[in-house]
């Protein structure tokens, strides 16, 4: 089974910035739909930056528009999620998921319309000062 491994994340002041990384070993990321997405304490996961290699179009959740960028290096087989301007209500865990990619990039992101066949491990991130 394939499962895809997140590497970043950590503890960074209300205004920094950190990269995620997402890899699939076993996994080829080109024509994948990925998506990025977090859960915080006692809230359900959000979707918040969705890619789709069908239509060739990336959307962001409003709470990270302007602040956070997807990225792909196929050279490398990995995605990022940089994240600039953190906010302590960026606190959360976030994952990276892969699967089919389809038309429709902002369904990616709602777990209630697309289901992801790959899941990462999860990585921490805390913004606090």
């Known amino acids: 089974q394939v499962q895809l491994v997140q590497s970043g994340g950590g503890l960074v002041q209300p205004g920094g910035s950190l990269t995620l990384s997402c890899t699939a070993p076993g996994l080829i990321l080109d024509y994948s739909g990925i998506g990025w997405f977090r859960q915080a304490p006692g809230k359900e996961r959000e979707g918040i930056t969705c890619?789709?290699?069908?239509?060739?179009?990336?959307y962001y959740a409003d709470p990270v528009k302007g602040r956070f960028t997807f990225s792909r290096d196929n050279a490398k087989n990995t995605v990022y999620l940089q994240m600039n301007s953190l906010k302590p209500e960026d606190t959360a865990i976030y994952y990276c998921?892969?699967?089919?990619?389809?038309?429709?990039?902002?369904?990616?992101?709602?777990?209630?319309?697309?289901?992801?066949?790959?899941w990462g491990q999860g990585t921490q991130v805390t913004v606090s000062s």
């Open positions: 890619d789709s290699t069908t239509d060739g179009s990336t």
């Open positions: 998921a892969a699967g089919p990619s389809i038309n429709t990039v902002q369904a990616m992101c709602d777990n209630r319309r697309y289901e992801y066949h790959y």
